[in-house]
């Protein structure tokens, strides 16, 4: 079922009538009023949009913006400029593997998440911050109140297509993250956001990827490997991941950075990182310098079920968070 915010209809019906809110939100109780209860206070933000000619969702076909995507909706068609691209993630569990790719797109109107699937993802690999996208075919989930457009076998990408512009993408670019403190942070928070000192730190993780795709590889056992989109690969990639714990007084998490997050966590270069692959001691010195740092990261809250423990993967990370500012978003 395609579902909008109160919020949002109450906004179309303001933008209709030039009614205020308070105004609008008055003829909905009292239309939940005249129903008697029968009707919730969804229902009735409908009802009195239906009755003032405002048109609340699109159903004749064509690219949506930004601010129309609604969850539930299937078939959506949509352009947008590329803001900011995450690690390809691939996954083995349950009897299923795969692979996915977020992007996040933008329009005047707004930004999203774009999801691509499996094969997909592969035909992202070449995208850059910049690109403008055209997806069709895609479907819109909820994602703990945020809309996201998933893109399975029968969705269609093109990139940067001829005849289409966007010079203005709306001011909001940047995903909204939730400060919390360690110890309130749940199984479900996607869009998080923690502050604390780093007060244990393990050496990075390095493993090999495909040059292409950067996927994960296999051993073959040969001296080569083999990736599952461009096969047999002689000469792999490296990629990394870097662990700590953070602690912020109320309590302590193991926080993981991969390849991006853990060289801007460390500010130092994919060379300077492989050099530690040859050298594990030369980290050590490395780790003592980051014991005690105040760190602010954002990211989401995964299930380690090997350990049975919550552990927070870093999306964006700032090693040099202003004291100042922080103070006052604590104080605010």
Same mark, same amino acid.
């Given at each position: ?26 003829? /909905? ?9 029968? =009707? ?18 699109? $159903? ?8 129309? =995507? ?14 900011? /691209? ?25 930004? /999203? ?81 923690? @502050?604390? $000192? ?18 994960? /590889? ?27 714990? @953070? ?86």
């Amino acid at each position: 079922m395609i579902s909008m915010p109160i919020e949002d209809v109450v906004q179309k019906i303001v933008e209709k009538t030039g009614k205020t809110k308070e105004e609008i939100n008055s003829e /909905i109780k009292n239309k939940m009023d005249q129903l008697s209860g029968f =009707v919730s206070n969804d229902g009735a933000a409908y009802i009195i949009a239906h009755q003032h000619g405002v048109k609340l969702f699109q $159903t004749d076909g064509g690219k949506l913006k930004v601010k129309n =995507v609604l969850a539930g909706m299937r078939s959506v068609e949509i352009a947008g400029k590329v803001l900011r /691209i995450y690690n390809l993630v691939t996954f083995n569990k349950e009897n299923r593997s795969g692979k996915v790719q977020n992007v996040i797109v933008g329009d005047e109107t707004g930004v /999203i998440r774009i999801v691509f699937w499996n094969d997909q993802a592969d035909t992202i690999q070449n995208v850059k911050e910049g690109d403008i996208i055209e997806v069709s075919n895609g479907y819109v989930r909820d994602n703990q109140g945020r809309k996201e457009i998933h893109l399975g076998d029968r969705s269609e990408v093109k990139i940067n297509p001829e005849g289409i512009t966007i010079d203005n993408v709306k001011e909001d670019v940047k995903p909204q993250f939730l400060r919390k403190k360690i110890k309130e942070l749940g199984e479900n928070d996607y869009n998080a956001e923690i @502050l604390g $000192t780093i007060v244990q730190v393990f050496n990075p993780r390095f493993y090999e990827v495909c040059p292409e795709c950067g996927t994960r /590889i296999r051993n073959r056992g040969d001296d080569k490997f083999e990736c599952d989109t461009h096969g047999v690969i002689e000469k792999p990639d490296y990629s990394y991941v870097l662990s700590v714990f @953070l602690d912020d007084g109320s309590e302590n998490i193991r926080c993981v950075f991969f390849r991006d997050q853990a060289e801007k966590l460390l500010s130092k270069s994919k060379e300077e990182m492989l050099k530690y692959s040859d050298s594990p001691a030369a980290f050590e010195e490395v780790k003592t310098e980051m014991l005690g740092t105040i760190i602010k990261i954002n990211g989401k809250v995964n299930k380690n079920k090997m350990f049975d423990r919550l552990e927070f993967v870093a999306r964006g990370v700032d090693n040099k968070p202003n004291p100042e500012q922080e103070l006052k978003n604590i104080q605010s």
